[in-house]
């Protein structure tokens, strides 16, 4: 049996302290900061549920496809169709709100809203957040949709 030293300890210590500080090139401190400086990326329908009742002028983007969102949709939502945001080099002239706007961005199930988002923030609708559940989740909740 190996004798594990003080020595060894130390060392093997020091390099998973090295590897966990260190992994993919971010310390420990840049990690916590990112995360603590990053918008809120997705919130759950009984928020949504609210905001949309409470704000008149509320920000609503429906990315599902063009029949999908014929087919019925939650009220004051716009469409811009993710296939379209993913095919475009210019996301603006899709949206038809401003960078600044709080966008809840909604689908079916909350993908995609999810997926357009990651877009849309790379064009800096830094605001926006996805609806957890989307549409199905508004529905399921007693909410009437319009078409």
């Known amino acids: 049996m190996t004798k594990i030293t003080t020595q060894k300890i130390k060392i093997l ?18 990690t916590n900061t990112d995360t ?13 549920i609210a905001a949309h009742k409470s704000d008149e002028n509320i920000k609503v983007l429906d990315v599902r496809e063009s029949n999908e969102y014929a087919s019925g949709h939650v009220p004051k939502a716009k469409p811009a169709p993710l296939s379209e945001i993913k095919n475009s080099a210019n996301i603006e002239k899709l949206i038809p709100f ?9 689908c079916r199930s909350g993908k995609r809203s999810m ?14 957040v996805s609806v957890r559940g989307g549409t199905l989740a508004w529905i399921d909740a007693g909410n009437e949709i319009e078409k």
């Open 115 to 128: 997926a357009a988002l990651q877009i849309m923030r790379g064009f800096g609708y830094s605001n926006s």
């Open 13 to 30: 210590l020091g390099v998973l302290l090295f590897s966990v500080v260190y992994c993919n090139g971010n310390t420990v401190s840049n």
């Open 36 to 48: 603590a400086n990053k918008p809120q990326a997705e919130i759950n329908i009984n928020e949504f």
């Open 98 to 106: 401003s960078k600044e706007d709080k966008i809840y961005v909604i």
